[in-house]
């Protein structure tokens, strides 16, 4: 079953009819764009054939609920709203879980462990996480254990701490928030990393480690705008394919086409 009744205009009253949840054997459920207020009802996170969720850009306020049954569900969109409190660890529940969109909310935290496979975590098949623009001071944990992880964008947040390791990433960005230390000799064992944006982090500082030239993929490095300081050659072993983004500071030690002062 397929229901879509997003960008919809004749809503008589602007919330979430509890009764969807009746419907068992829904596998796809669009709402975005409809101008929703409240909370998402209880009932709909008991839909287990639900594959698919999308409730982005409406005005839906509350947390999400401890519990959760959602064992089909692939990919969930709450982006655009006015979600708050801490992303709970009933998603940890969610099995099939590959897509997880929260960005652009008011969510402060992050329970400890959701982002963990060796303990009450999001399954093994999450691929992407894009929690952008929301209020989060702190990561759970400090080393991200999941091996289909290829997006993880927690940009424009107030995290504070050290930069987590990761297991397996092809972009990562942590634009914008107050992460402290230096950038993880470990990142340089990430062979499928792409897209690394440390930008805006004041805290970060010291050198750029050398194992990082090994991630040969690697095609944008942001720095801008933190205390990192030093030279690596990056020309030679990316072959100008590389964008560099800094302030003033020559990474590879002379005028190259890599570096640049482009702001982010």
């Not at 596998?27 to 709909?44: A, D, F, I, R």
């Not at 992460?179 to 010291?206: D, M, R, V």
């Not at 933190?226 to 030679?236: E, H, K, P, R």
Request: with cysteine.
């Amino acid at each position: 079953t397929y229901l879509d009744i997003s960008d919809h205009k004749y809503f008589t009253e602007p919330t979430i009819p509890s009764e969807l949840g009746k419907l068992s054997s829904l596998k796809k459920l669009y709402m975005s764009h409809n101008s929703l207020l409240g909370t998402v009802p209880s009932e709909l996170f008991g839909l287990v054939s639900l594959e698919e969720l999308n409730f982005s850009w409406n005005n839906l306020n509350g947390s999400l609920p401890m519990s959760m049954e959602l064992i089909s569900l692939r990919e969930m969109d709450l982006s655009n709203n006015k979600l708050s409190g801490m992303l709970p660890g009933s998603l940890g529940s969610l099995e099939s879980l590959e897509v997880l969109k929260a960005n652009f909310n008011q969510i402060t935290s992050i329970e400890p462990g959701l982002l963990s496979t060796t303990s009450r975590s999001l399954s093994s098949r999450l691929s992407f996480i894009n929690l952008q623009r929301n209020r989060i001071n702190s990561l759970p944990t400090d080393y991200v254990r999941l091996p289909l992880l290829s997006h993880f964008d927690v940009s424009f947040n107030n995290i504070e701490g050290s930069l987590p390791m990761f297991q397996n990433v092809t972009t990562v960005d942590m634009f914008g928030n107050s992460f402290t230390g230096s950038i993880p000799t470990e990142y340089g064992l990430l062979g499928n990393l792409t897209k690394l944006i440390l930008g805006y982090n004041a805290g970060i500082s010291g050198s750029i480690p050398t194992e990082l030239v090994e991630c040969d993929k690697l095609t944008s490095l942001s720095i801008d705008g933190t205390q990192i300081s030093g030279n690596v050659t990056f020309c030679d072993n990316f072959g100008g394919n590389i964008v560099i983004t800094v302030d003033d500071v020559l990474i590879c030690g002379e005028e190259c086409e890599c570096c640049c002062v482009t702001p982010y």
